[in-house]
């Protein structure tokens, strides 16, 4: 299996935003092993990988071009390790057709939606794409909390807006969490121990994904 520390720059830790994305990636690899565990289609250790990788290219970013780290990843991954590279820019988009939604993501940047586009197309989207979107969703750092619950934290600090593309989004991630919950035999919420409640201090400020933006 593949570690996140071979594919980092040297000088990644001296940045306290690449350690809160690590310690992300370690609860989104915990929760997806945990998950994995319970669908006899899915291997925990890869499932443990995927999570792990997921948010790779955000260390090779800086802040401000963060909604690039989808596509980075893929690129970084591409050659050598495909089906890592196809999490890296799936994880971020629950429906590959919603184009609204990956504009949205993007910032309104329509080259980098387009490429992203460009490479979903390519994809089919399959458990382990479900499953890694979900984990990310409902992860802090070291804490879960319900997709629900998320996406009022978004929108109580202003990360996301509240409208038709954002709803429409989190409607997606739902009908992910009850394809996933019939699979387990149970609520994932209960497995993971996911908040419902969105006032709820987290421990450390999750990272910032998924960002609503009004479309221009
Ligand atoms: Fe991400």
Known sequence: MLRLDEFLPDDWSAEPRNVRTYEHSMTVANAARLVASRIAALDPEKAYMYGMMHDVGKFYLPANEAYKHPRIGFKLLETKHNDIAEICVSHAFPDFSDLEHILSYCHGDKPEAHAVCELLSNIKHDLYIDLIQFCDKV???????????KYDWY???DIMIQNDVTLRYLETLQSIKKKLDKLV???LYALIGASQNSKEPVRKKVHVDGRGCSLQ
């Open 139 to 149: 992860s802090g750092i070291g804490t879960y909390m319900t997709i629900e619950a």
């Open 185 to 187: 035999g149970y609520d």
């Open 155 to 157: 929108i109580e600090r």
